[in-house]
């Protein structure tokens, strides 16, 4: 358990939400959260925003039951959180120029992915990309953990990145939009390698269930443990 210190709407049906909690989470991991007793009978997964030793912080989007039932939680209530599950985002301490790339909700990862990346290796560029279909959010947020912020409102992110200008290049968004990078990545011979979040499905979130399956280049790979992070080669690269 949990106790809820913030939770705040952003507009877009967008709310970030600030827990406090012990933790060691690292960036690209999740947690499963549940504010309601029996209905929806699972958890619901939701990615690290930003962490520190004693709090998490989440960004969601309002999309159904689970994320409704999230939104309605008042500052001191309890929320029961199990995580961080996940691989997370991988070290880039070697990299010098660094690309995150969002799209949607999928923003929210790549929050702590800058701040981690600009502290293990102070010296790297980290350059993010946002896509939003309407009003953005956090954009100040995200300018100030980078060096330099591109947001495209309404038209499509990928559009606005050139692969061959970096070392190493994140991304979690709507499959569709992370597909499309992997493909221009492919196309212009890009050398950064390209690291997908997926955000399949779940039913468990630690392994046994099998719902959360992704076919990749080393067979069925379960997102929850052995992801969310792929190689977007391992993922896309099969079709
Ligand atoms: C590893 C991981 C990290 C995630 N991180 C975040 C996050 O940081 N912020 C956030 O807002 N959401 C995140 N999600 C998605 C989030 O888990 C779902 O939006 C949420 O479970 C929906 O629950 P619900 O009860 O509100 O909606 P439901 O009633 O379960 O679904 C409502 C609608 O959303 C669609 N939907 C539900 N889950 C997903 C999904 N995983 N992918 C695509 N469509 C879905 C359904 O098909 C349906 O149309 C993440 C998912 C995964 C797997
Ligand atoms: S959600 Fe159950 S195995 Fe991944």
């Not at 990862?109 to 790297?124: G, R, S």
């Not at 011979?189 to 997908?196: S, T």
Request: with cysteine; hydrophobic share 40%.
């Amino acid at each position: 358990m949990g106790k809820v210190t913030s939770n705040r709407a952003l507009g877009e049906d967008f709310y970030l939400m600030r827990v406090e909690e012990e933790n060691n989470a690292r960036m690209g991991q999740f947690y499963m959260l549940r504010a309601w007793e029996t209905y929806p009978v699972l958890s619901r997964p939701i990615s690290v925003y930003d962490a520190d030793k004693e709090s998490v912080s989440f960004l969601y989007k309002v999309v159904g039951k689970g994320t409704e039932l999230l939104c309605q939680l008042k500052e001191g209530d309890e929320i029961t959180l199990d995580g961080a599950h996940g691989n997370g985002f991988p070290s880039l301490a070697d990299k010098k120029r660094i690309a995150l790339v969002g799209g949607g909700v999928g923003i929210a990862p790549l929050y702590l992915a800058a701040k981690t990346y600009k502290k293990e290796n102070p010296d790297c560029t980290v350059n993010i990309y946002l896509g939003f279909s309407g009003k953005t959010v956090l954009t100040e947020e995200f300018d100030a953990v980078c060096d330099k912020l591109v947001v495209n409102v309404g038209g499509f992110v990928t559009d606005d990145i050139d692969p061959t200008a970096y070392d190493a290049i994140v991304t979690c968004g709507p499959t569709i939009m992370m597909k499309v990078l992997y493909s221009k990545c492919v196309k212009c011979q890009a050398a950064a390698p390209l690291y997908v979040s997926m955000e399949n499905r779940m039913a468990c979130g630690i392994g046994a269930c099998l719902v959360c399956s992704c076919r990749t280049a080393n067979g069925n790979r379960k997102v929850c443990k052995d992801g969310p992070v792929f190689l977007g080669s391992e993922v896309f690269g099969i079709e």
